[in-house]
C-alpha cells in the first residue's frame, strides 16, 4: 500500500515538471522566435537562384516559428513560385539553377512551375537545370518535360532521358473481393463515372476507357508541343523521340534532347564562369526572406483546398490534407470581414468527396460574390473533379492548366457488404431496429428493394442539384451540361473547348483576374487566409476566451493538448537519428 502510494506520488511529481519544463521550453522558445531571431541578410547585388525540386508538395502551408525552425514547412509550391516570378524581374538575380530529383509533382503542378521557369527565361536572364537522370527504372517524362523550360539540360554522364510517354494505370479488386467475401453495392451516375468499376470489374469498361485514352492524349499533344517550341525541334522528331525512348545519356545528347554530360559539382563552376566570378548563389527560402510586401492598401486574399471535401475535419497545422467545409467558410469569413480584401482566388486541388460538404462551400462562395461583393476567382491545380468541380463553378472566373483534371460531372454513392467476409472469419452479429431501414446503411446486409430505391433517387438528386449548377453558373443549356456530363473527366485544355473552364493558366492567370474583377493595381498584394498564428499567438490564444462564430471552436483543453502532441513530435523529429524531411519542396538550397 505505501509503495503504491510513493508511486503514484512519484509518477504525479514527474509529470508535473514535465509540464512545467515544457511551458519553460515553450516560452523560451517564443522569446527566441519572435524577438531573438536574426534580420534576413540583404540579397547580394549579383545572384543566382538556387532550388532543388525533390520529394513531395503540398500547395501552400503556412507554419511560422517553431513550425517552421523544427520542421522546415515554411516553403511551398506556392512560395516557390512566387519566388521565380518575383526573381524574374528582380535586377539582383542574374540566373536561375535547378536542380532536379524525384519529384512528385503532378503535371498541372509541373505547368505551374514550368510556367514560371519560363517567365524567368523570358525576362532575358539564363537558366540551367541540372538532374543525375530522367526517372530511374521509371518514366521520367514529366521532369523532363519541366526541365525544357530551362536555357540548358545538364545529366550526369550514367544517367539516362527515361522519355517514354505517359500511362494511365488502374488496380480492379472485383477477384480479390470476392475471394473476402466483400460484395460491393455500388451506383454510378453515370457510365463515366468509372470509380466505382475497381471493385466492380476486372478491366476498363469502354466509356471509361475512352475518357482515359483521350486524356492520356491530351496531355501528351501538351508534351509534345512544350518540349519542341522550348528544345527548338520538330513536333514530328519529338513523337518520334517520345515512341523510341529511354535515352542512354551519349544518345540523348546526340538527339539534342541535353545540353552538357557532367556532374553537379561543374554546373555551379560553369554558372560563375559564365555570369562572373563574382556572383552569389540564394536558395528560395532565403530570397523569399528578403522581400518586403507594403502593408496597407487593397489586396486579395488566397485561400488554398486540397484533399477530400468533407464536412468537418482539417488539416492539422503539421500538414495534414483534406478540405473541411467547416474550416473553408471560416476562411471566406476571415477575408469577408476584412475591408481590405477585394477579391478573393481559390485554390482547388481535390478529386472530390461529400457532395453535402461541396454544396456547403460552393453556397459560402456564392456568398462572397452576391452579398459581401467580393469576386472569387477558382484557380485549378492538378484536379477539380466531382466535388472539386462541384464548388469550381460557383466562381465568377475558372482558370485551369491545360493538363489539370476537372469536371466528372457525376455522382457514386453505395456500400460494401462484408455478411460473408464476417461469416469466414467466425464473427456473427445480431440487432435489434425501430423501423425497417434502420439497417439501411449497415455492412452486415445487402440493400432491400426498397433501400435500393431509396438510394437511387438520392443519388439522382445529387446528380440533378450538381448538373443543375453548372447549367445556371456557367451559362450552358441543360442538354449541353449533360453531354458533358455523365461523370466524365476532361483535361484543362478540352475543358475550355467545353465552356466547363474560362481560361488557361497558373496562379498568376488568377491573381490577375482577381485584381482586374477587384479593381486592384497590378502590383496589390496577396495575403493567405486563414492567417495561421504564430508560436506566441497559440500560447496566448489557450487562454482567451473566444465568441463562438459561424462555426463552434475547438476547446481550450482540445487546443492544448493539440499543440502539447505538436511540440512532442517535432522535438523527436529534431532529435530523430533517422533522416526525416517534412519540407514541401525537400531540401531547398
Same mark, same amino acid.
Given at each position: ?211 482515359? @485514352? !483521350? #486524356? /492520356?492524349?491530351? =496531355? ?6 512544350? &518540349? %519542341? ?112 480584401? @477585394? !477579391? #478573393? /482566388?481559390?485554390? =482547388? ?6 457532395? &453535402? %460538404? ?232
Amino acid at each position: 500500500m505505501i509503495r503504491t502510494f510513493f508511486k503514484f506520488l512519484f509518477r504525479t511529481f514527474f509529470w508535473v515538471c514535465a509540464f512545467v519544463g515544457f511551458v519553460l521550453v515553450s516560452l523560451s522558445l517564443v522569446v527566441y522566435f519572435n524577438f531573438l531571431t536574426p534580420s534576413p541578410k540583404p540579397l547580394a547585388q549579383d545572384s543566382v537562384l538556387t532550388l532543388t525540386l525533390n520529394g513531395s508538395y503540398v500547395e501552400h502551408t503556412n507554419s511560422k516559428g517553431l513550425h517552421s525552425f523544427l520542421l522546415g514547412q515554411d516553403t511551398s509550391l506556392y512560395d516557390l513560385i512566387r519566388a521565380l516570378h518575383q526573381a524574374a524581374q528582380d535586377p539582383k538575380i542574374r540566373g536561375l539553377l535547378v536542380r532536379l530529383g524525384g519529384s512528385d509533382l503532378g503535371m498541372a503542378q509541373i505547368q505551374e512551375v514550368r510556367e514560371a521557369l519560363l517567365a524567368f527565361r523570358k525576362a532575358g536572364k539564363p537558366s540551367w537545370c541540372h538532374t543525375d537522370s530522367f526517372g530511374e527504372m521509371s518514366s521520367g517524362t514529366n521532369l523532363y518535360y519541366l526541365a525544357t523550360a530551362c536555357d540548358e539540360i545538364w545529366l550526369q554522364p550514367v544517367g539516362a532521358v527515361n522519355l517514354t510517354g505517359l500511362k494511365i494505370e488502374t488496380s480492379f479488386a472485383k477477384g480479390a473481393l470476392e475471394k473476402l467475401g466483400v460484395k460491393p453495392e455500388l451506383i454510378q451516375k453515370k457510365e463515366y463515372k468509372s470509380c466505382a468499376e475497381m471493385f466492380t470489374r476486372d478491366d476498363f469498361s469502354e466509356p471509361s476507357r475512352e475518357a482515359k @485514352k !483521350a #486524356i /492520356v492524349d491530351s =496531355i501528351l499533344d501538351q508534351v509534345v508541343d512544350g &518540349i %519542341a517550341k522550348d528544345r527548338k525541334l520538330p513536333h514530328d522528331q519529338v513523337r518520334d523521340l517520345i515512341n523510341n525512348g529511354p535515352y542512354l545519356a551519349q544518345e540523348a545528347y546526340a538527339a539534342k534532347l541535353i545540353d552538357q554530360i557532367d556532374f553537379y559539382q561543374n554546373l555551379k563552376p560553369a554558372v560563375q564562369e559564365k555570369l562572373g566570378g563574382s556572383v552569389s548563389f540564394t536558395g528560395v527560402r532565403s530570397y523569399l526572406n528578403t522581400l518586403v510586401q507594403e502593408e496597407k492598401g487593397g489586396k486579395v486574399a488566397l485561400i488554398f483546398g486540397s484533399g477530400v471535401i468533407q464536412r468537418e475535419g482539417g488539416s492539422s497545422s503539421l500538414g495534414g490534407v483534406g478540405i473541411s467545409a467547416d474550416a473553408t467558410c471560416k476562411a471566406f469569413q476571415a477575408a469577408l470581414a476584412d475591408p481590405d480584401v @477585394k !477579391a #478573393i /482566388v481559390y485554390r =482547388i486541388n481535390s478529386d472530390g468527396g461529400s457532395p &453535402i %460538404a461541396s454544396e456547403t462551400i460552393y453556397n459560402m462562395i456564392h456568398y462572397a460574390q452576391e452579398y459581401a461583393k467580393k469576386p472569387v476567382i477558382i484557380s485549378m491545380s492538378d484536379a477539380a473533379a466531382s466535388g472539386g468541380y462541384w464548388i469550381s463553378v460557383a466562381g465568377s472566373k475558372i482558370v485551369a492548366h491545360p493538363a489539370t483534371l476537372t469536371g466528372s460531372i457525376g455522382v457514386m454513392g453505395g456500400k460494401f457488404v462484408l455478411t460473408d467476409l464476417f461469416e469466414k472469419l467466425g464473427i456473427s452479429w445480431d440487432h435489434v431496429s425501430t423501423s425497417e431501414n434502420a439497417s439501411m446503411w449497415s455492412l452486415n446486409g445487402s440493400y432491400t428493394p426498397e433501400q435500393w430505391l431509396k438510394l437511387n433517387a438520392w443519388i439522382d438528386q445529387m446528380y440533378d442539384a450538381f448538373t443543375r449548377h453548372v447549367a445556371k453558373d456557367r451559362n450552358m443549356d441543360p442538354l449541353q451540361v449533360e453531354k458533358v456530363a455523365r461523370g466524365r473527366v476532361w483535361t484543362g485544355e478540352q475543358a475550355i473547348a467545353l465552356g466547363l473552364v474560362d481560361q488557361l493558366g497558373g496562379f498568376q492567370t488568377a491573381l490577375a483576374l482577381a485584381k482586374k474583377e477587384g479593381r486592384l493595381p497590378e502590383e496589390a498584394r496577396v495575403e493567405v487566409y486563414p492567417q495561421h498564428p504564430t508560436f506566441l499567438e497559440t500560447i496566448i490564444s489557450l487562454f482567451e476566451d473566444k465568441e463562438e462564430g459561424f462555426f463552434p471552436e475547438v476547446s481550450t483543453l482540445t487546443a492544448f493538448l493539440d499543440l502539447f502532441k505538436q511540440v512532442r513530435m517535432a522535438f523527436s523529429v529534431l532529435f530523430s537519428s533517422q533522416e526525416i524531411v517534412y519540407a514541401p519542396l525537400g531540401e531547398i538550397k
